[in-house]
């Protein structure tokens, strides 16, 4: 089986910054891209950012310039570093991957995290 935790989720100021983590666990092959959605409250889930195995990086409009997509292959953890949080940052974050599992090498599979809650809130 494999797993996608997130954490880093919390209450910040407007202005602020929030690091959010997502580690890949279980019986990993490699990983291709891991990305970052968000759903916030009454809204659909949407991309906020993307990143390749060889670290090429892909944002969303809103935050381009403020978050920052970060990647660690031999740790299996994929990171989002978001600076200047405005209220309508406020979602739940979700980690998404595609993952090659050890012993099914010509299958790629799509996971999701569970989710951490990020509120920007004065």
């Known amino acids: 089986q494999v797993q996608l935790v997130e954490s880093g989720g919390g209450l910040v100021q407007p202005g602020g910054s929030l690091r959010l983590s997502c580690a890949a666990s279980?019986?990993?092959?490699?990983?291709?891209?891991m990305n970052w959605f968000r759903q916030g409250p009454g809204k659909q889930r949407d991309l906020v950012a993307s990143?390749?195995?060889?670290?090429?990086?892909n944002y969303a409009d809103s935050v381009k310039g403020r978050f920052t997509i970060s990647r660690d292959n031999a740790k299996n953890t994929v990171y989002l570093q978001m600076n200047s949080l405005k209220p309508e940052d406020t979602a739940v974050y979700y980690c998404?991957?595609?993952?090659?599992?050890?012993?099914?090498?010509?299958?790629?599979?799509?996971?999701w995290g569970q989710g951490t809650q990020v509120t920007v809130s004065s």
């Open positions: 279980g019986s990993i092959f490699s990983i291709y891209a």
């Open positions: 998404n991957a595609d993952i090659v599992r050890i012993g099914q090498i010509q299958l790629v599979t799509n996971y």
């Open positions: 990143i390749t195995r060889s670290g090429n990086a």
